[in-house]
Structures are given as structure tokens and as C-alpha cells.
């Protein structure tokens, strides 16, 4: 069995480096393994883009920019390997959603060799693969814009905080949005379009609602409201999971597009910053990515 382990250093809040214990279970493992080790300006995706190294399991140790650039990187050079998650990140959404939690460095490499395989759905922005969340507007830029230092010592509350910073430059986002038939032209505030249990820790879903493995991604459009009672009511209804009203679109799909009417706007891929284009298409590729869980 040949493993790769991709670590990024700089994901998440810094209590311990556990690479050591990594590297000692490399030297006594059966396996063969090679250990990558992301650096600036060139990370997993850059490294298995490259690579002729054939690999039956990559151990993603990282937050979920790392899992998702590794994710990404599987599926366009169409590697049949499975995935370990180990999440060290600030957030770690996507792994919350899989059930997969760090309790210590020994489970988390027990999965390598005991996990079962789960087939889940991915999603594809363009040309870009992404595991948990596309997403466009105000305040989702946080999560990217958020400096690194304010990630690892206060966590997911640091994009909260950052968004709060910016409350002053709400935009609008004008989109033809085309999805299960039906034709949206609106002034917006923000987009999901998801297939986990929460975003950023506010947007949440219940679990009955929720399922990795459908084929279908939750949409969640957030219209721009007319009056300013209205958006009050809007923050009201958002705080309490609570997805209704006329400012709302909801649903699930396998596909949606999106035309900019005007600019074009940049996309926030699975916590990290994405593509910006006029047109932005998203399709849900069911059951594509093999994890070990």
C-alpha cells in the first residue's frame, strides 16, 4: 500500500505540532509512505498535479482549504485513492459533516488502515472541484480575508469578528440564477450552494434535512430586501435557522448557473477564494470521492 501525507503547518490553532508523531508513524509503518509538507506557493494540489507517484490512500492533515485543494487535485487526475481527513483546521466544517473528529493523532491514523470507505458527493464550480460550499456575497469573503494569526489564535469566532469589521460595505450581487427549472433575475445579498451541516458556524442545517450522498446540494439564496424592517426580520429569521420568507430561495439540486447581470464577482470554494467569472455553473458529481471514516 503506498500512502501520502500531506500536512499544511499553518492550518489551524497551533496548540501542539504533532509532525513528529506523523514521521514516527511513517518509519514504523508497514506501508510505504512519502510526507509532503505544504509550502508557500506550492501545496498538495501543486504536488499531485505533478506527481506519477500512484497512491492508494492521501491523508489530508489540514483545515478544510487543505482537504479541498487535495480533493480538487484527486478528481481532475482521476486517482482512485481514498481519503483520510485529519482536521487541524480553524473550522474543519466539512469534516464535522462526515463524522470525523480529531480525538487523537493514534485514531486519526487508525482510519488509514480500519476506516470504511464512504462514497460522498463533490461538487464542480467551473473547472474547480469544491467538498462543502460554494458561496458568493456579503460576508463570505471572510473566511479568506481573515488574517492567518486571527484564524489561529480566536478560531471560527475570528470570521465573525472580521465580518463584523466590514458590516459598513454591504454590496449588492445582481444574478439570472437557473436552477430545477425556474428562472431567478434578483438583486442579492449572499449565496450557498452546500452539502454540509453548517457554514461559518451561523447557516445551519438539521440533520433529517441533510445527506451527503443524494446527488443534491442545498441552495440558499438570500434576496436583498426593500425596507430595513425587512432586513432586520431577514438577520432574524438567518440567527435562527430559519429559511423562509419572500427574501428566500430554496431547494436542492444537481445543477444551477449563474450569469452576472453587469460585474462579475468573486466566489468563496470551500473557505478559501475562488474563481471569478461571468458565468458560474456548479454541478454535483454523486458519490465521486472515496473517504475512509
Known sequence: ????????????????????????????SDADCDFFEVEPGYGGYDY??????????????????TVSKTVDAIL???LQARLVIIPTGSTNE?????GVNFESIKASL??????????VDVGILNDVHFTYVAAFGNFTS?????????????????YWIYGAVKLHTVKNYNYEVNFNNQTYN????????SNASQFGRVFKYKEDELDIEDGLFEVLLVKKPKKVRDFIQLVQHMLGNEYS????????TDHIKFISQGKTYTWNIDGEKGVRAEINEIKVLKKKLKVLV
Open 1 to 28: 500500500m503506498r500512502v501520502l501525507f500531506i500536512y499544511n503547518p499553518s492550518s489551524g490553532q497551533k496548540l501542539e505540532d504533532h509532525k513528529s508523531k506523523y514521521l514516527d508513524y511513517i518509519a514504523q
Open 48 to 65: 499531485l498535479m505533478e506527481t506519477e507517484v500512484v497512491y492508494d490512500v492521501i491523508v489530508a492533515i489540514g483545515g478544510d482549504g
Open 76 to 78: 481532475k487526475r482521476e
Open 94 to 98: 466539512y469534516a464535522q459533516t462526515l
Open 110 to 119: 487508525a482510519l488509514i488502515t480500519e476506516g470504511q470507505v464512504r462514497h
Open 142 to 158: 471572510a473566511s479568506y480575508d481573515t488574517p492567518q494569526k486571527w484564524k489561529n489564535i480566536l478560531g471560527h469566532f475570528a
Open 186 to 193: 434578483e438583486t442579492f445579498l449572499f449565496g450557498l450552494i
Open 245 to 252: 420568507g419572500e427574501n428566500f430561495i430554496v431547494g436542492k
